[in-house]
């Protein structure tokens, strides 16, 4: 079955960085579509940027400019860079892959931005 596992989440100051990383099992990782979401307390979980198969990307308009997604299709890796983070950056982010009618999430790795 198709697993994703992230990595990377922990705790930065105002202006930090970090990097998650996801890694997904179970099938073919070039053919899928792969995203980052992220889900601050008492909000809705949303789109942060996304990437597709054929490497067009898309981001939020609160992160263009600060964040990053690529994707490692030897490593069946897909990451996301985070410069200038805010407090507002502050939530759980969820991997995503989508191809066809399938999706899959991970199980979230947490991303706290505080001084």
């Known amino acids: 079955q198709v697993q994703l596992v992230e990595s990377g989440g922990g705790l930065v100051q105002p202006g930090g960085s970090l990097r998650l990383s996801c890694v997904l099992s179970?099938?073919?990782?070039?053919?899928?579509?792969m995203g980052w979401y992220r889900q601050a307390p008492g909000k809705q979980r949303e789109l942060v940027a996304s990437?597709?198969?054929?490497?067009?990307?898309n981001y939020a308009d609160s992160v263009k400019g600060r964040f990053t997604i690529s994707r490692d299709n030897a490593k069946n890796t897909v990451y996301l860079q985070m410069i200038s983070l805010k407090p507002e950056d502050t939530a759980v982010y969820y991997c995503?892959?989508?191809?066809?009618?399938?999706?899959?999430w991970g199980q979230g790795t947490q991303v706290t931005v505080s001084s």
């Open positions: 990437i597709t198969s054929s490497g067009r990307t």
């Open positions: 179970g099938s073919i990782f070039r053919l899928y579509g």
């Open positions: 995503n892959a989508q191809w066809a009618s399938a999706a899959y």
